[in-house]
Structure formats: structure tokens, C-alpha cells
């Protein structure tokens, strides 16, 4: 008895229960059964026993070395150290499956423990749901891609890990990523709940709105670590090359943040409910899309680690998905009506329709492009490419009319607003705008596209900075200081500001993407000792390669010195890996300084002997508010998320009926208060 | 008056920006060093041996040669065009990075393009049909009662504090009448 074995028993049991849950949740909402739902709770509780217990078995062999499973030998060797032969878990199809699967089960164990949150009449099929969902996965994981299979022989070594994974990215992205596609599963259940009882109120919304919340942190945290992984391992001196799988990565977080803006309309008003849920299946059907994209290889991409014929049963599951989701909507249609009507295209719901126009845009052009070579292969026999070029001149500007509208948005009115008033909004953002397209290309910014690009997102920081200052001025004239009257916005009316934060961070991030597309320059050279490199004001000289010998591995740096603005700055070693068992796939070791925010890239294309080099050089301008972008829309999506103590929720309540039950010269004194609850209070 | 003296102030900031950028990109254009033109050129191409890379990104050695065409090429006088015209007639079409305008790779621009139209288009006319709609219907139908008169609440709040705050912003620091606000 290997632990592999009771690696297959645990995933067979899951299976059963995930079945069981499905029969029971179903047959217990249908026939009105307390004790049947009860028993579906605890079934999915055992499901995500039975996938601990098999990942455990998964991981304990791995950390063994035993061989004789056909998965540990052909993804980790005896020289690995620990960590990446843990990570190796999920560094093939079968472990990625795997933890996907037992992310899943954890998740829908969290749902189960935070049932009593949600409306009751939905939890059965939410159950019923995922456990559909996780069936998928252990049938996969027991027949075609099973983790656990044996080797006749044991061999005595495994193959190893490819040398791009072992690096300390692969510790993190991986995981983050495969997380996030995974919990888009969570507001599907939801959406089908809710299509099949017909209850798509605002319990509800709230409900669905959360865990959408908590997928879009998870999916922004992956797409960031996937970007900072690639800028670190590649060498190619960019963190985004619109490679098919990145694109998969980004389609579902762009439908969930449309979903999470257009959401608003429906919590506020009661409109867009049809165009709401589309939203939410198109974000899982993506997620699964972007799962299968990656093991099938269907389309050429760097990510080509894992390729199998799994493929079939992905574009299966997903042609299932999408008729069982149209079906149930086509059911339910007549029940989504509008409750209110439509006022004013200049109003808050006006710019989220625009936002969802411009989110959606950008996902169909991404997906059209993704899939082109697929197409054109259909119609032509001819795989056509589309490339990095094509993105950049679609979704470039789609990318920033929308920060301009984001600036905007939030200074509109809910229903309509009076064009006095937007004009005086307006004021100091345009100002802040104007100063930024006039100061910038006279200190020698003199690309016309970059200068559009600077200014809107001067435009859009002012929009949201000057609104935050309102609120923290409004609420010092009735008595707080500055300080405690920012912590209290951000206490009380944590949707709104940690919407403005979010909104800052992607602000932040734009303006470093701009900065590396416009400003980046490179140079490459072939050096021998002595001789140096001037870019910008930057001087590289040469020294020589050092190389060191390590039983598993061998590594080449070549030394440099780092001089700018004539002063010596430090010595950089910059070099590849070359790991025994992947001789032809010299891993990088890129080396990065940062000075101020700007980046020194240095990467060691080649080298002959100890003393030539071909070095190429990248000065990156402003990525690291790349990095701190994504920081800061982290923190606004938790700050969103993270629950209100419920003391909290009864305060806002109850400031609502006294709100109108008394004159309305006392409610000015706590205007403040009430107009910046209006995301919360309602 | 006031409503003059700011159209003004905005009119002469467009002045100023709009004199910078005349001066900056029309009667100084900005001169491109063969290096970024060269870098322009290469990320237009695929690189052909590799997954997935640029052949301005790639360190394959055909790459490396093909910048080097690159650079003599454009060296020797050509345009831009011209070399990348160059490289399609040896490799077809298959070496662009980004579908040409025309034939079938066509699609892969209008599609995109199309349907963000379309979709402007569709937003303009349901916006247009919901806002004829409400004229007809009276504000108060089609919601609870209460939830009306606080949406309206709300919205008379947040005039109230807009102006209050208005009243003491140096920049709009003029007097202004009482509540009564055009609702257009």
C-alpha cells in the first residue's frame, strides 16, 4: 500500500459524496426536507475531507520521492530542494487539477460554514451547484489526468521540474491564479440558484456581490504575481506580452469588474438584472475556458508546460455549462423585469452602462484576438497570429477612455445630475489634467499618445483625490480632525472608498504600463572585458564571467559595474542557470535595480568562455507602480470585501428612518454622513 | 457673469495646452534614433523559431540576424514600411505580429471594431428608450413609495452639500442662489 493508493481511494470517495450532495441538496429543496439539506452540508464537508486526504497523499509523495508514481518522477528529482518539490504539486495537469478541485471543496466548506449569511432558500442549489462543478473535476481526475497513476518500474530518479518553474514565482502565481479561476465557480452557483428559486433580490445581490469581490482580489493578486513572474524569469524586459494564456487570465477579471460596477445599478435601482447574470456565467464560462485553454495547447503559447488531450473534455464541460445556463435564463426571463425605469443618460447608472459597454469591449476584442489563429485556421487553413501590436491599438484606448470615465463616474449623480454641478466637479480634476499636458512635454515627453495617456490619468487621480478630500472636509467641519476624519470614511463607507482606492491603484498601475510602452529603451552588445555600455545616463562596464559548479546545477554570471551620472553605483551580476537534467533551457537570472522608478534590467542573452558576453539592457521607466498599483488594488478589494462588524450595519439603519422622519435643516448637519453612506445604507 | 468668467479661464488653459502641444509635436516633431526605429520595425515581426516572442524581443540568432537587416535597411534609406514589406515578401504574411488591413486578417480588426460600435449604438438607443419611457412615467411608480422619496432625499443632500462645499472652494468661491437646481 503506497500513499498513492489511498491518493485514489480518497478521490473516489470525494466523487461519490460530490454525487450524493448533488442528489440530496436537489431532492431536499424540491421536497421541502430540512434534514436532507443538513445531510448535503455535511456531504460537502466530507468531499473536502476526502481531497485533503488526497492531496496530502499527493504531497507526502512528492516530499518522499517515490518515484514509482508516474507524476512525481516526471515533475521532481532528488536534487530539488523541498520547496520546489512541494510546488511541484501543482506543476503538471494532473497536481493543477487537483488543487483545483481542492480549492473548490474548501471553498464550498467556507460557504457551508457561512451558510447562514446567505438567503436560505438559495444554499441547496448553490450545494447542488458546485458539487456539479467539482463532479467534473474528480471524473477527470479519476479516469484521464489522474495524479496517482503507477510506473510498472520505479525509476530512480525523477526528470525534475522545467527550469522556468523553479524560481520563487512559482511558489505564489500558480497557486494565486489557479485559485482565482476556481472561485468564479462560487457566484455562478449563486447566479444558478437564484435562476432556478427565481429570488434575485437584494439579499441575494448581496450574497453574490461578496464572493465576487473576494474572486476579483484573488484573480488581480494572480494576473500581478503572473506579471511580476514573467518581467523576473523571461528576459524580454516586459511583464505583459499578451500571450493566449495571459489573455485567459485577464477575460473573467474583466467581466467581474464589469460585473462589480454594473451590480451597483441593480443594488441602487433594480435595473440591468438580465445583463447582470450574463455577466456572472460569461465570468465562469471564461474562468473554465482559460483552465482548458492552458492543458490543451490548442493555441501556442509561452505557457506550453502542459499539453494533453483533456482538451475534449473541457470544450465538453463548457459546451454544457453555457446551454445549461442559457437554458435556465430563457426559463426565467419573464421574472427579471426592471423595478424603476431609466432617467438620465448623464447620471451614475448612465457612466456604469458605459463601463460595462467598454469592459465588455475590451474582453470580446481580447477573446477575438486570443482565438484568431483558431479562426482563421476554420476558414483559411492558414493560422494567422495575433499579436501584442493588435492588442495594444484596440484595447489601448479602449483602456483609456475608460479611466477617463472611471474619474468621471463617481462624481455623477444617482438618476441624473445637474450640469452645474458636473461642471464645478469637474473643475479641479481638468485643471490637474491641463497642468499635466502642459508641464509634460516641455520637460521632454514628446510622444502625443503618451501625452493623452498622462493626462487622463492626471485627470482621473484629481477626480478621485479631490473627492475623498470632500468628504474628509466635510466631516472635519463637523468636528473631527483630518486624520480621524479619513480613517472614518474609510470605516464607514467601505464600499465607496475602497471603490476610490482600488480606482487609485489601477490609476497608479495605467501610469506605469504607459511609461514602460512609450519610454522603455534597449540596447544589446556583445562585450569583451573592458568595454562598456552607455544608455540613457546610465554607463555598464564589463568585467568578466564568473562561473560556479554545483552538483545539480551550474551557474554563469557575468560581472558588471553600474555607473550613472558618472558616480559608481554597484556591481550587478546578471547570468543563467543551467540545470543538468534541462541543458538546453538556461533559466535566467536577471538582474533588476531599481533607482527611484526607474528600472535597470540586465540580462545575459550569451556568453563564449570566461570573458565575452552579449548583454542586453533594458531601462524600464515607472514599472514599479506596476507593482504598487496592484498592491494598492489589492488593499481596495479587501478593504471592499472585509465584513462590517454588525453594529455597524444597525448604525447606517437607523440613520435612515430618522433621516426622514425629521425637518430638513437638521438633516444637512448630518448630510455628511448620509450621502456617503448611500452605497452602504441602501 | 460667473458662468462667463470660467468659460474663459477653460478657454484659455485649452489655449496654453493647445499652443504647447502645436509648438512640441507640429514645429518640433520629435526625431526618432535609429535604435528605437530599429526596435519599432523588429516588434512589428514574429519571431519564427520561438513561442510567442517579438523578433525585437527574442535572443534567437535569427532574430539577432533579422535586426541586423533591420538596421542596414533602414540605415540605407528605406522607410519603415518598406523593410516590413521586405520580410513579408520572404516569409508571407505569417511574420506580421499584427494582421494586416486587408483580406481575411481584415476580420481580425473589424469584428472588434464592429461590435464596440454596435454596442455604442444599442446603449444610445436604450438609453434613449428608457429616458422617453420615465418622461411618461411618473417619478413615483414602479418603486415603493419610500424608497422614492429617499432616493430624492438623497439627491437634494447631496445638492445641499455640493453647495455648501461649493460656498467655501477658493476656486468657485461665488455667491450662489438658493436650491434651485436645473435638472437637465
Redesign the interface.
Known amino acids: 500500500m503506497y500513499f498513492s493508493d489511498l491518493g485514489i481511494i480518497a478521490l473516489i470517495l470525494a466523487l461519490g459524496f460530490a454525487v450524493y450532495t448533488m442528489f440530496v441538496a436537489i431532492l431536499g429543496a424540491t421536497r421541502e426536507i430540512p434534514q436532507l439539506i443538513a445531510s448535503a452540508k455535511r456531504s460537502v464537508l466530507t468531499v473536502s475531507f476526502f481531497l485533503l486526504l488526497a492531496s496530502a497523499a499527493l504531497a507526502i509523495s512528492f516530499l518522499t520521492h517515490d518515484f514509482g508514481v508516474s507524476y512525481v518522477a516526471q515533475h521532481s528529482s532528488l536534487a530539488m530542494p523541498w520547496y520546489f518539490t512541494a510546488s511541484a504539486f501543482y506543476g503538471g495537469q494532473e497536481g493543477s487539477l487537483l488543487y483545483w478541485a481542492l480549492m473548490l471543496s474548501i471553498f464550498s466548506a467556507i460557504f457551508v460554514f457561512m451558510a447562514k449569511r446567505a438567503p436560505a432558500v438559495l444554499v441547496p442549489y448553490v450545494l447542488a451547484t458546485l458539487m456539479g462543478i467539482e463532479t467534473f473535476f474528480l471524473v477527470v481526475l479519476a479516469t484521464v489526468s489522474n495524479p496517482f497513476v503507477r510506473l510498472h518500474v520505479p525509476l530512480p530518479d525523477g526528470v525534475g521540474l522545467n527550469p522556468l518553474l523553479m524560481d520563487p514565482g512559482m511558489l505564489v502565481h500558480p497557486p494565486m491564479l489557479l485559485m482565482g479561476y476556481m472561485s468564479f465557480s462560487l457566484p455562478f452557483a449563486f447566479a444558478v440558484a437564484a435562476m432556478i428559486t427565481g429570488k434575485l433580490d437584494s439579499e441575494w445581490l448581496r450574497s453574490i456581490r461578496r464572493w465576487m469581490l473576494v474572486s476579483w482580489s484573488i484573480q488581480t493578486t494572480g494576473l500581478v504575481l503572473g506579471a511580476w513572474w514573467a518581467y523576473h524569469v523571461l528576459g524580454w524586459g516586459g511583464y505583459w506580452g499578451w500571450d493566449p494564456v495571459e489573455n485567459a487570465a485577464l477575460l473573467p477579471w474583466l467581466t467581474a469588474t464589469a460585473f462589480l460596477h454594473s451590480s451597483m445599478v441593480q443594488e441602487r435601482r433594480g435595473m440591468l438584472k438580465v445583463w447582470n447574470l450574463s455577466l456572472v456565467i460569461a465570468s465562469f464560462a471564461l474562468s473554465i475556458f482559460g483552465t482548458f485553454e492552458v492543458r490543451s495547447g490548442i493555441i501556442s503559447s509561452v505557457h506550453s508546460f502542459a499539453y494533453s488531450a483533456i482538451g475534449a473534455y473541457f470544450l465538453a464541460f463548457l459546451g454544457i455549462v453555457i446551454v445549461f445556463s442559457i437554458g435556465l435564463f430563457i426559463f426565467r426571463l419573464p421574472k427579471l423585469r426592471p423595478e424603476q425605469e431609466f432617467d438620465s443618460a448623464i447620471s451614475r447608472e448612465g457612466s456604469f452602462l458605459l463601463n460595462n459597454l467598454l469592459l465588455v469591449g475590451v474582453t470580446f476584442a481580447t477573446l477575438w484576438g486570443t482565438l484568431f489563429p483558431l479562426i482563421s485556421n476554420a476558414i483559411r487553413h492558414e493560422t494567422l497570429t495575433v499579436g501584442p501590436p493588435f492588442y495594444n491599438q484596440v484595447d489601448g484606448p479602449i483602456f483609456i477612455v475608460l479611466i477617463l470615465a472611471m474619474g468621471i463616474g463617481p462624481l455623477l449623480a444617482w438618476r441624473r445630475t445637474s450640469t452645474r454641478a458636473l461642471r464645478r466637479n469637474l473643475g479641479i480634476p481638468a485643471l490637474a489634467a491641463a497642468v499635466c499636458a502642459a508641464v509634460l512635454p516641455l520637460v521632454g515627453i514628446r510622444d502625443i499618445w503618451a501625452n493623452i495617456a498622462f493626462a487622463v490619468c492626471s485627470f482621473t487621480a484629481g477626480a478621485i483625490l479631490y473627492e475623498v478630500w470632500r468628504g474628509v472636509r466635510v466631516r472635519h467641519r463637523h468636528g473631527e480632525p483630518y486624520p480621524i476624519a479619513l480613517y472614518m470614511l474609510f470605516e464607514r463607507y467601505r464600499q465607496r472608498y475602497g471603490g476610490y482606492i482600488v480606482h487609485l491603484g489601477l490609476v497608479m498601475l495605467a501610469v506605469g504600463v504607459i511609461g514602460s510602452h512609450f519610454f522603455q529603451v534597449q540596447q544589446d552588445a556583445v562585450l569583451k572585458p573592458g568595454q562598456e555600455i552607455n544608455i540613457t545616463d546610465h554607463k555598464l562596464v564589463y568585467f568578466g564571467n564568473i562561473d560556479t559548479q554545483y552538483p545539480d546545477v551550474e551557474i554563469v554570471t557575468a560581472q558588471l559595474q553600474v555607473w550613472r551620472g558618472g558616480e559608481l553605483q554597484q556591481y550587478i551580476y546578471p547570468g543563467r542557470q543551467l540545470y543538468r537534467s534541462f541543458a538546453d533551457q538556461p533559466a535566467s537570472l536577471i538582474s533588476i535595480t531599481t533607482y527611484g522608478l526607474t528600472d535597470l534590467y540586465v540580462f545575459l542573452a550569451n556568453w563564449q568562455g570566461p570573458s565575452q558576453a552579449t548583454i542586453r539592457v533594458f531601462i524600464n521607466p515607472l514599472v514599479p507602480l506596476v507593482w504598487l498599483g496592484g498592491l494598492v488594488m489589492l488593499l481596495g478589494g479587501i478593504i471592499c470585501w472585509w465584513p462590517a462588524r454588525r453594529k455597524r450595519r444597525v448604525d447606517v439603519i437607523d440613520a435612515i428612518p430618522k433621516a426622514e422622519s425629521e425637518p430638513v435643516e437638521v438633516r444637512v448637519v448630518q448630510g455628511a454622513g448620509v450621502v456617503h453612506g448611500e452605497e452602504d445604507a441602501t | 457673469m460667473r458662468k462667463r468668467r470660467?468659460f474663459l479661464l477653460?478657454l484659455a488653459?485649452?489655449a496654453?495646452?493647445g499652443s504647447?502641444?502645436f509648438y512640441?509635436?507640429l514645429v518640433k516633431p520629435?526625431q526618432q534614433t535609429l535604435?528605437q526605429r530599429v526596435?519599432d520595425v523588429a516588434?512589428?515581426l514574429?519571431c519564427l523559431v520561438c513561442?510567442?516572442?517579438?523578433v525585437?524581443?527574442?535572443?534567437a540568432t535569427l532574430s539577432?540576424q533579422m535586426?541586423g537587416i533591420i538596421r542596414q535597411q533602414l540605415q540605407s534609406g528605406k522607410s519603415e514600411p518598406e523593410v516590413i514589406q521586405y520580410f513579408v515578401s520572404r516569409y508571407g504574411?505569417?511574420i506580421l505580429?499584427?494582421?494586416p488591413w486587408q483580406g481575411?486578417?481584415l476580420?481580425?480588426?473589424l469584428?472588434?471594431?464592429a461590435?464596440?460600435l454596435g454596442?455604442?449604438l444599442l446603449?444610445f438607443f436604450?438609453?434613449r428608450g428608457?429616458?422617453t419611457?420615465?418622461d411618461c412615467?411618473s417619478p413615483g411608480?414602479?418603486?415603493t413609495g419610500?424608497d422614492v422619496?429617499?432616493?430624492k432625499?438623497?439627491?437634494?443632500?447631496?445638492?445641499?452639500?455640493?453647495q455648501?462645499?461649493?460656498a467655501e472652494?477658493p476656486?468657485?468661491a461665488t455667491h450662489l442662489p438658493n436650491i434651485e437646481?436645473?435638472?437637465?
Open positions: 470660467s477653460a488653459v485649452a496654453i495646452v504647447i502641444w512640441v509635436f520629435p535604435d526596435h516588434s512589428q514574429k513561442q510567442g516572442e517579438s525585437a524581443d527574442s535572443p539577432q535586426r504574411d505569417r505580429w499584427s494582421p481575411l486578417t476580420l481580425a480588426w469584428v472588434p471594431i461590435l464596440l454596442g455604442t446603449l436604450v438609453l428608457w429616458h419611457q420615465s412615467v411608480d414602479g418603486a419610500t422619496r429617499h432616493e432625499d438623497m439627491e437634494y443632500y447631496q445638492q445641499q452639500l455640493e455648501e462645499l461649493a472652494d476656486i468657485f437646481w436645473e435638472a437637465n
